[in-house]
């Protein structure tokens, strides 16, 4: 291990002085050349390309994949009918619930040939998943993150920051620099435990090109500057992901972090990515993900978002419901190839308030750090600025007298140790009106908002 370690630390020195695509690895310099291409292709070529990707995977699935073979069987479709989107349309959703109760089916049998990554949802939408998707289409992910960088005017080795959930070591470093990517590293759970100047401090002095973010913690530090009289910090570009930006949280950014504003909007089962000018409208990246809108509503335009990925052979996920409402804008003008979509519901972290300020509430992180996997869905409601109420639907493994008292002692501990927690146990977790998933709920940080900043 020592050994293994030290090699890499050699090889990671040596790459710093080659091309950081050289790093990435071939898959990724012949991706991100593809992209940097596909861009200008039109509006046919894009579509064709993706069909042909299409059917490519639905063969794939038919031949390779328990689920889809027996799917494709009882519904009488073969793969080889399928001539258009019209045609791809036939085949059945796949919901979130489908997804976890067929994990092994939904499995490629030459599965281990493309080298499977485990990830696990992050719940924003509605259940917690674990899933696995190849090595390839990892590589793909993050040569179409690179374009987007690229696009916005941030470039390999530019400086820039990343704002992550890295681990709740309160010993690990507060910032790490990251020479491969001349990047600076920040835990959010320093965020939380109150490292605030020292971060703010870190971000000013290294003056980055870019920050790549949650937008929850980049609000807590942004409403600690204004509370303390901090000078703004002016960033070119500010990157967010994995989150839905309500209107009180972008006023504090912008005042503290002065800059241009994007957003990646994606999900961790890597069935699509797109990406937008942080106005919850997002172009959809055709290369890498179909995007559909099912169930419309009267409207027409409104529904369920569909997606495919294009490149996870190891588990496809075709026709997923990940769990967001949007709106189909279509083609927005005769110069784009891509298609638009309007994020309406189903993606959003609120952050918590405490006497201290505001705090994010990293349960599901740190639940799966300590490989506590035994509830189905989870909502923390903040009732009093040292109250919440943690609603579980729990698995079929947990047991009660034995499980109870971790799933506390994990809760507080996630949540900084700041609140009281009542627990209930639950059938289910109820959708708002609007058809979204709240994780957390918390009235009390959003009067925090309006009460300081308007």
């Not at 020195?13 to 991100?32: A, E, S, T, V």
């Not at 639905?58 to 009918?81: C, E, T, W």
Request: with cysteine; charged share 25%.
């Amino acid at each position: 291990m020592i050994l293994a370690k030290l090699k890499k630390k050699i090889r990671d020195r040596i790459y710093c002085y080659l091309p950081l695509p050289d790093y990435y690895g071939r898959d990724f310099k012949r991706i991100y050349s593809f992209l940097q291409q596909s861009c200008h292709w039109s509006r046919e070529q894009i579509q064709a390309y993706k069909l042909e990707k299409i059917r490519a995977l639905l063969l794939h699935a038919q031949a390779n994949v328990p689920y889809y073979r027996d799917l494709f069987k009882s519904i009488g479709l073969d793969m080889r009918d399928i001539k258009s989107l019209e045609d791809f349309s036939q085949i059945p959703i796949l919901s979130k619930e489908t997804l976890q109760n067929n994990i092994e089916q939904l499995q490629a049998s030459n599965f281990k040939s493309y080298k499977p990554l485990r990830t696990q949802t992050s719940g924003t939408t509605s259940q917690m998943t674990v899933l696995y998707r190849s090595r390839y289409q990892e590589t793909f992910r993050k040569a179409v993150v690179w374009r987007f960088h690229s696009q916005h005017g941030h470039n390999f080795r530019d400086r820039w920051v990343v704002i992550a959930c890295r681990n709740f070591d309160p010993k690990s470093p507060v910032c790490e620099y990251n020479h491969l990517e001349n990047c600076l590293l920040i835990n959010t759970y320093h965020i939380i435990r109150g490292c605030r100047d020292e971060i703010l401090d870190a971000i000013r002095d290294f003056q980055p090109t870019m920050i790549w973010t949650h937008p929850s913690p980049l609000a807590i530090l942004a409403e600690y500057a204004l509370s303390k009289g901090i000078q703004p910090i002016r960033v070119p570009v500010v990157a967010t992901f994995a989150e839905k930006i309500y209107p009180h949280v972008r006023k504090v950014l912008q005042e503290v972090f002065p800059g241009k504003y994007v957003d990646y909007f994606a999900n961790r089962e890597n069935s699509f990515a797109s990406w937008g000018n942080s106005d919850d409208r997002f172009y959809e990246i055709s290369e890498y993900c179909h995007m559909e809108v099912a169930r419309r509503w009267p409207d027409g335009v409104t529904g369920d978002l569909i997606t495919t990925s294009l490149h996870n052979y190891a588990v496809p996920l075709i026709r997923y419901d990940p769990g967001d409402i949007v709106k189909w804008c279509g083609y927005q003008n005769s110069n784009t190839p891509y298609p638009m979509i309007e994020l309406l519901g189903g993606r959003g972290k609120d952050v918590l308030v405490t006497h201290d300020g505001l705090t994010v509430p990293y349960f599901l992180a740190y639940i799966d750090a300590k490989n506590f996997n035994k509830l189905r869905k989870y909502q923390i409601e903040q009732v009093a600025l040292d109250e919440v109420i943690l609603r579980v639907v729990p698995k079929d493994n947990y047991i009660r007298q034995q499980d109870e008292p971790l799933l506390l002692e994990y809760a507080s501990e996630s949540l900084g140790n700041k609140f009281r927690i009542r627990l209930e146990y639950v059938d289910d977790i109820p959708l708002t009106d609007g058809g979204k998933y709240r994780p957390v709920v918390s009235k009390l940080a959003v009067e925090y908002f309006d009460r300081k900043h308007n």
